[in-house]
């Protein structure tokens, strides 16, 4: 089921305000970047892999480009773009955007509180076919045709084993504050698993996490609660949270080859609504799955780059000269630079809970009030886990 609210798309190019382009390149296992909008001349962005569950997997293609106006900052444009994976034996899986409409809950009354319903139509991320998967062993090329004409592939990727994990672990962390009343606390993920002996190997992880939230009928003085007035609204919904950030970026066994090992490979910040759960069991307060991927030396160097570039001062291409050019690349102008790496791995999974025992102590938050399908990532059904 589709999240009533705003879809929770992947986390990848962020526009802020402020001028500054946050781009996550995803594919190289969610490095975060500040760039500079005036830095890119109209450069395709790729992000996106493919694994071995069932899909949709998606693929969001953009333009950063400049522009001028109010402020001198970027712009992300979203490229219509035919776009195709095709595996050794010459099949080809076609990648398809489609309308969506989301529905939209605001306050029609300036300076009152009468809810009124709008209908958006949005566009989703390219998908792969229901159903389509990766296979183990087998080569996938991705290909994007836009309409000037201009064809990009990928360098063809093998998706290869990934091992499995053998247990997770919790640890309640409190975050270093300047603040003696309020002191940040999340809960820290570690993963242990058997590392292959004699084979350099590279990882990279994604935590997806599940809570209940209750929103009440009305707010502080002066909030307006806005419910749907078509159907009288929801006070209890499900977050579904994907691809939540603070996960480990990407790890070599250059040190570890061959061993059996533990390391933190996510957190996940209290915010004061995640870890609530009233109503829930005392050991079901918040779901946490792991994923975990073996990528190559290739997608792993990309990442080390672009962590480097993030760390320098002053304009992304100033010394030193560091290429952010990933394994895509127009077929007839291979020296134009596209930022991105396409990946095939085969995924691995463990689940935990977050037991209320865990929990040290709880962050404060306002209770919220209106219709909780308006969140984003908001389901009403209860989830598998939750059952």
């Given at each position: 089921?589709?999240?009533?609210?705003?879809?929770?798309?992947?986390?990848?190019?962020?526009?802020?305000?402020?001028?500054?382009?946050?781009?996550?390149?995803?594919?190289?296992?969610?490095?975060?970047?500040?760039?500079?909008?005036?830095?890119?001349?109209?450069?395709?962005?790729?992000?996106?892999?493919?694994?071995?569950?069932?899909?949709?997997?998606?693929?969001?293609?953009?333009?950063?480009?400049?522009?001028?106006?109010?402020?001198?900052?970027?712009?992300?444009?979203?490229?219509?773009?035919?776009?195709?994976?095709?595996?050794?034996?010459?099949?080809?899986?076609?990648?398809?955007?489609?309308?969506?409409?989301?529905?939209?809950?605001?306050?029609?009354?300036?300076?009152?509180?009468?809810?009124?319903?709008?209908?958006?139509?949005?566009?989703?991320?390219?998908?792969?076919?229901?159903?389509?998967?990766?296979?183990?062993?087998?080569?996938?090329?991705?290909?994007?045709?836009?309409?000037?004409?201009?064809?990009?592939?990928?360098?063809?990727?093998?998706?290869?084993?990934?091992?499995?994990?053998?247990?997770?672990?919790?640890?309640?962390?409190?975050?270093?504050?300047?603040?003696?009343?309020?002191?940040?606390?999340?809960?820290?993920?570690?993963?242990?698993?058997?590392?292959?002996?004699?084979?350099?190997?590279?990882?990279?992880?994604?935590?997806?996490?599940?809570?209940?939230?209750?929103?009440?009928?009305?707010?502080?003085?002066?909030?307006?609660?806005?419910?749907?007035?078509?159907?009288?609204?929801?006070?209890?919904?499900?977050?579904?949270?994907?691809?939540?950030?603070?996960?480990?970026?990407?790890?070599?066994?250059?040190?570890?080859?061959?061993?059996?090992?533990?390391?933190?490979?996510?957190?996940?910040?209290?915010?004061?609504?995640?870890?609530?759960?009233?109503?829930?069991?005392?050991?079901?307060?918040?779901?946490?799955?792991?994923?975990?991927?073996?990528?190559?030396?290739e997608a792993f160097e990309?990442?080390?780059?672009?962590?480097?570039?993030?760390?320098?001062?002053?304009?992304?291409?100033?010394?030193?000269?560091?290429?952010?050019?990933?394994?895509?690349?127009?077929?007839?102008?291979?020296?134009?630079?596209?930022?991105?790496?396409?990946?095939?791995?085969?995924?691995?999974?463990?689940?935990?809970?977050?037991?209320?025992?865990?929990?040290?102590?709880?962050?404060?938050?306002?209770?919220p009030c209106g219709d909780?399908?308006?969140?984003?990532?908001?389901?009403?059904?209860?989830?598998?886990?939750?059952?």
């Amino acid at each position: 089921m589709e999240p009533y609210g705003e879809p929770n798309f992947p986390k990848y190019l962020r526009y802020r305000a402020v001028s500054v382009l946050l781009i996550t390149l995803f594919t190289s296992c969610i490095t975060r970047l500040d760039i500079e909008p005036s830095d890119f001349e109209e450069y395709l962005v790729v992000e996106g892999f493919i694994n071995n569950d069932p899909g949709p997997h998606e693929f969001r293609i953009t333009r950063v480009s400049r522009f001028t106006g109010v402020m001198d900052g970027g712009a992300i444009t979203t490229t219509e773009a035919r776009v195709h994976i095709t595996d050794q034996n010459g099949l080809s899986i076609p990648l398809e955007r489609k309308p969506a409409v989301r529905k939209e809950v605001y306050n029609a009354s300036p300076g009152g509180c009468a809810p009124a319903v709008a209908f958006v139509q949005v566009q989703t991320n390219y998908r792969t076919p229901e159903g389509f998967r990766g296979v183990r062993g087998n080569t996938y090329t991705l290909e994007i045709q836009t309409p000037d004409g201009k064809v990009y592939r990928s360098e063809p990727q093998t998706l290869r084993a990934t091992p499995a994990l053998d247990s997770l672990h919790l640890e309640f962390s409190e975050l270093p504050s300047l603040d003696p009343v309020i002191i940040p606390s999340g809960i820290e993920i570690l993963a242990t698993w058997q590392d292959p002996p004699r084979e350099r190997n590279y990882y990279f992880w994604i935590i997806n996490g599940i809570y209940r939230i209750n929103t009440s009928e009305n707010g502080s003085p002066g909030q307006c609660c806005l419910f749907d007035p078509t159907d009288g609204g929801a006070r209890f919904c499900w977050i579904y949270e994907n691809d939540l950030p603070d996960n480990e970026l990407a790890f070599s066994d250059a040190r570890v080859d061959g061993q059996l090992i533990t390391r933190p490979v996510g957190f996940i910040e209290d915010d004061g609504l995640r870890f609530v759960g009233d109503q829930l069991p005392a050991d079901k307060q918040y779901y946490i799955e792991v994923e975990q991927y073996a990528m190559s030396k290739e997608a792993f160097e990309f990442n080390e780059r672009i962590k480097v570039l993030a760390g320098i001062d002053g304009d992304i291409f100033d010394p030193p000269p560091l290429s952010i050019r990933g394994n895509i690349y127009n077929i007839a102008d291979p020296e134009e630079i596209v930022i991105g790496h396409f990946g095939a791995y085969e995924v691995q999974k463990r689940d935990i809970f977050v037991p209320a025992s865990l929990l040290k102590f709880r962050q404060r938050y306002p209770e919220p009030c209106g219709d909780c399908r308006v969140r984003a990532g908001a389901q009403l059904e209860t989830p598998e886990p939750f059952r």
